[in-house]
């Protein structure tokens, strides 16, 4: 029965450990895949992800094994209440981890949309001056709540100096290209 229980533990921990290392559920070696393992449908809130998934289930046979081969070499209790007390510990294991999961976690993951990274119309600031005709400079601007930076032009070729603030027209071939904000805001000026 010891060697039962700590097969169960080690197998968990290490494909715990693994899956962890390995980007929360993607894993390439080579041609061989190993990712996105759902048992069970349903529970999963609103990420599709099944309550009873890898994670979970790993975290159950990890918690039970453990459990188990502790209370084997520390109780004196019978066979039959050690496997029904590693039960209870695998599920409690499981259900923090869920916790952990789908309380905590998954709650705040959204799906980007490509509006989200939409150049046209982002207001940015020119951190490397834009030279007259076809110069490339380069604006710095805020998008997805992170700092990105883009080569620029200027839309009607004038130059733009550094610290000018601009707003993207179009975005073609990694290139933004650019006018002033002034200008927008007060086309008669």
Known sequence: MENLFIICFATGLVLSLLSLISGFG???LGHFHVGHHHIGHGHGAKSGMSSVNMFTVLAF???????GYLL??????????IVLLASISGF????LLWAAL???LLPH????DSADTEMTGVVARVSNGIRDGDGIGEIIFSQTGTRKA???RSDDGHAIERGAEVVVIRYERG???VRRWDELAHPDA
Not at 109 to 112: A, G, L
């Open 72 to 81: 084997m070499r520390t109780t004196t209790f019978n066979a039959q209440l």
């Open 92 to 95: 409690a294991g499981a259900g």
């Open 61 to 67: 046979v990890t918690w039970f094994g453990g459990a």
């Open 102 to 104: 789908f309380k905590v």
């Open 26 to 28: 993607h894993l390439h």
């Open 175 to 177: 290139v933004a290209y």
């Open 150 to 152: 883009s080569a620029a």
């Open 109 to 112: 993951e959204r799906v980007m």
